[in-house]
């Protein structure tokens, strides 16, 4: 079946640390990958997106590269800022089909200045 | 343009009442998600509906609930009786459907607020 393993939190970090949060996926095909984004009172809002293999999503200095030999999709940002603080889960929506989003746990990270 | 609208924002419960909530999507978006966030869990897909049909139900426990969007617009999702483990945050998400233009990009899924249930 399809599925989506991210890493563990919560994550704290300093204002200006490098974030990586982990995502491998379980899947058949070649789903699309998506980070969603969930600050504090707030619905999800999509992040970044990628569509197909070695696609590299962008937004907000977020990036994510799809790799299907490793099958993972690893948030990064080169520098954080205490308004990153959310909670950001990974997804997947599986190839044909309809395209409903399978989701990670999500990891909850905290940006301290 | 105006997002996903969810109400009640919150709502608590005893067990075995029943409750509803509502979702009107985004203009124009022709497919409507009902999904359940358990605290500490990522969404789970419940119901997806087409229009006014549905595509996906299989996660839905029908034994209790059940949703319908009868004119392609609105949703309601109901469950009745309401159990301790219902307690999460339902959420209603639209997107504007691979019927429109087929591409990848029509699937884009737009999330309202959510609401709270908390049943006692």
């Known amino acids: 079946g399809n599925s989506v393993t991210q890493m563990e939190g919560p994550v704290t970090l300093s204002e200006e640390a490098f974030l990586t949060i982990n995502c491998t996926y379980t899947?058949?095909?070649?789903?699309?990958l998506f980070w969603y984004v969930q600050y504090p009172g707030e619905g999800l809002q999509l992040l970044l997106k990628?569509?197909?293999?070695?696609d590299k999503g962008s937004n907000k200095g977020f990036e994510a590269t799809y790799r299907k030999e490793t099958t993972s999709f690893h948030l990064e940002k080169g520098s954080v800022q205490v308004s990153d603080s959310a909670v950001y889960f990974c997804?997947?929506?599986?190839?044909?089909?309809?395209?409903?989003?399978?989701f990670g746990k999500g990891t909850k990270l905290t940006v301290n200045p | 343009e105006a997002g996903v609208a969810q109400s009640p924002r919150y709502k608590i419960i005893e067990k075995r009442q029943s409750v509803a909530f509502w979702c009107n999507p985004i203009?124009?978006?022709?497919?409507l998600y009902w999904y359940q966030q358990i605290l500490g869990q990522g969404p789970k897909l419940l119901i997806q509906?087409?229009?006014?049909?549905?595509?996906?139900d299989s996660q839905l426990p029908k034994d209790r609930f059940s949703a319908e969007r009868l004119k392609g617009v609105d949703s309601t999702l109901k469950i009745q009786p309401a159990k301790l483990e219902d307690s999460a945050v339902y959420l209603c998400?639209?997107?504007?459907?691979?019927?429109?233009?087929?591409?990848?990009?029509?699937?884009?899924?737009?999330f309202g607020p959510g609401t709270r249930l908390t049943v006692t």
């Open positions: 998400a639209s997107s504007l459907g691979g019927g429109v233009s087929g591409t990848r990009t029509s699937y884009e899924q737009y």
């Open positions: 899947a058949t095909g070649y789903p699309s």
């Open positions: 990628a569509t197909k293999a070695d």
């Open positions: 997804a997947l929506s599986p190839q044909g089909g309809s395209e409903k989003l399978v």
């Open positions: 203009s124009g978006h022709a497919t």
């Open positions: 509906f087409q229009n006014n049909g549905v595509v996906d």
